[in-house]
């Protein structure tokens, strides 16, 4: 069946697209599953006609004739039970791309509650992660990842951590426009993946473990068994029922079970390793074919394609072989075929002795093959918000430090039609923009929105903007700073060694942009205006740039002080009646009032006279 929509056409939504692959995969769905269906019961059918044809023969004394129809029936069966599986394969891969193409909807109407939040990466002391919604219930990383594997999450989780350089951030943004055009393609790259239930395994203990020392490393005894007792043991089984004494069967028989009994922590070892792994190996083996088959222009996808085919075959071939080496382990599912298989044919150490084989041949390859999955999910999750939002600005990336100039910047996970956008400009070290305004007037939102596009396009993806220029710069904020019982720490000592923090990385030279929401809340006034005053003009004496949002106007005579380099913007607010009016503007100077009074008499609280 072709892909749908492989190009989107740029003059239709990508909110329409979507919607016709819905329709589009819900009726190739309805075909293939009519298709599941016959041939399910052309299974039946074939194996009622073998059975009942070989009953009829035997009856008749046409043993031959029966032997031969029941092979015959056999035969027929295996491939119209493979044939199934085909087509079972392609109705689940429908079922997964409807799932997919609603899920896309569901992100362009803000309901991210369904989605992985990346609650593991969450981490209170990183410079900016907690404070910008990056991780965690209506996140950043809800909004972008279409990672499936365990791998290609932490990858996009390390980009959207740390800042790249521009030297990076250029081959990933030309990836990233390439994977964007081809919808079709990372769709049904996702959804092959989604195929297995535990593809999202971790297969890290495993690399670890294929690196640990082999079984037969000092054992060479137990290899040197396996091509003598199961022939023993097959031979003296054949001499046993022609008449011969038992123990031509039963003495190696034995020494196979005492074998496999001394061995049997080490044989469960390799059990479980092989089955946690299982889906995994067979989900890598279909996004590495889907990769190796797909021609790429931009460069850094064409050096990822060139790592899978540098070694003769191409790698999807290699995890393949080892997808089916871990599968043979499988049989012990069944407790009386893996006590037979084991005890006649030392089955365990047989595929045991096939796994140290490909590990000595290929096991210091599976890591980069794994790892060029990794990062083409990675590429593929940032391509996906710029195919779903074609009005997004593929960031101008500029070698001088600290800029940040951006055009009709909008907060990416404010899902609503009258999300408020503004301009912002800054450029170099020794800036401060001071941000005053009544409450709930978005100071803090305005924060997060310069921060959570600087995540965004310093991890190499599109931004909430009609344009936007940066340069390198370290993200760094203090937002939600909060105590902390079991360290019997103060809210207030809590935002001091949060600036201790933001101190330390300018010192050590790097160039930082900080958002500073309502820094030292927590003292009384005198004491919050001076240390915000002092800690503005430490910081601009420093490699740093950034926005501080302040209730305090009087720290707008800085704008004086340091002419140039300290601005004074605010959000203001209008009182008609009783109605408080937002315009939610970036507005030049400092604010107008403050609306606290009004707020807190709607609230019914009296105040004083």
Not at 187 to 201: E, L, T, V
Not at 202 to 224: E, I, K, N, S
Not at 276 to 287: E, G, H, K, N, S
Request: charge should be neutral; hydrophobic fraction near 45%.
């Amino acid at each position: 069946m072709p892909i749908a929509n492989t190009i989107r056409p740029l003059t239709v939504a990508p909110q329409d697209i979507f919607t016709d692959n819905l329709a589009t995969y819900a009726a190739e769905q309805r075909h293939f599953a009519g298709r599941h269906s016959l041939i399910g019961w052309l299974r039946v059918a074939v194996f009622l006609a073998g059975a009942g044809g070989a009953w009829w023969l035997f009856r008749h004394d046409e043993n031959l004739v029966a032997f031969g129809w029941l092979l015959g029936a056999y035969v027929i069966f295996m491939l119209v039970m493979r044939w199934h599986g085909r087509v079972g394969y392609e109705l689940r891969q429908r079922q997964l791309l409807r799932l997919i193409n609603q899920e896309e909807l569901d992100r362009l109407a803000g309901k991210l509650t369904g989605f992985d939040a990346g609650q593991r990466y969450q981490d209170p002391a990183h410079p900016y992660t907690a404070d910008l919604d990056v991780f965690g219930p209506h996140s950043l990383f809800q909004l972008v990842s279409r990672a499936t594997s365990r791998l290609g999450q932490d990858r996009l989780a390390v980009w959207l951590q740390a800042p790249a350089e521009v030297a990076e951030l250029e081959p990933r943004q030309a990836a990233v426009a390439e994977l964007a055009a081809d919808l079709g393609w990372r769709q049904h790259w996702q959804a092959r993946a989604r195929q297995f239930p535990k593809q999202s395994d971790d297969p890290r203990p495993f690399l670890a473990w294929m690196h640990a020392p082999d079984f037969y490393q000092g054992r060479g005894w137990v290899l040197a068994l396996l091509p003598v007792l199961p022939p023993l043991a097959i031979l003296g089984i054949a001499a046993w029922l022609t008449g011969s004494s038992g123990w031509l069967a039963a003495v190696p028989v034995l020494l196979m079970y005492a074998v496999n009994y001394r061995f049997r922590q080490e044989r469960d070892e390799v059990f479980e390793r092989c089955m946690d792994m299982y889906d995994v190996l067979r989900a890598y083996r279909d996004q590495l074919r889907h990769l190796e088959q797909r021609e790429s222009a931009a460069p850094r996808l064409v050096a990822l394609r060139q790592v899978l085919l540098a070694h003769g075959a191409p790698a999807s071939a290699y995890v393949g072989r080892l997808a089916g080496i871990a599968q043979n382990f499988s049989l012990r599912w069944s407790t009386l075929a893996g006590f037979f298989a084991n005890n006649l044919l030392m089955w365990d150490f047989f595929w045991m002795w096939r796994l140290e084989r490909w590990k000595r041949q290929l096991g210091g390859r599976l890591e980069p093959w794994l790892e060029v999955v990794a990062e083409v999910e990675a590429l593929g999750s940032l391509a996906a918000v710029q195919y779903a939002h074609p009005d997004w600005a593929v960031p101008a990336l500029v070698a001088a430090p600290l800029t940040f100039e951006a055009t009709a910047l909008a907060h990416p996970l404010i899902f609503s039609a009258g999300r408020v956008a503004n301009d912002f400009a800054t450029a170099g070290p020794g800036h401060t923009g001071l941000v005053t305004g009544s409450n709930m007037s978005g100071k803090t939102t305005f924060l997060r929105t310069i921060g959570v596009n600087a995540v965004l396009a310093l991890a190499g993806g599109p931004v909430c903007a009609a344009a936007l220029r940066i340069g390198p710069l370290q993200l760094f904020t203090a937002m939600r700073t909060q105590d902390n019982l079991a360290e019997s720490t103060s809210s207030f000592y809590a935002e001091l060694k949060r600036l201790r923090q933001l101190l330390d990385l300018t010192a050590a030279g790097q160039p930082v942009f900080y958002l500073l929401d309502e820094i030292l809340k927590g003292t009384n006034s005198r004491d919050r205006h001076d240390g915000a005053r002092g800690l503005i003009r430490q910081l601009h004496r420093r490699p740093a740039s950034g926005l501080v949002s302040t209730h305090d106007l009087e720290l707008g005579d800085l704008a004086g002080e340091l002419p140039g380099f300290v601005t004074n913007y605010s959000f203001n607010s209008d009182i008609v009646g009783d109605e408080i009016r937002f315009d939610y503007r970036l507005t030049p100077g400092l604010c107008r009032e403050f609306n606290a009074s009004k707020l807190m008499q709607l609230m019914g609280i009296e105040l004083g006279r």
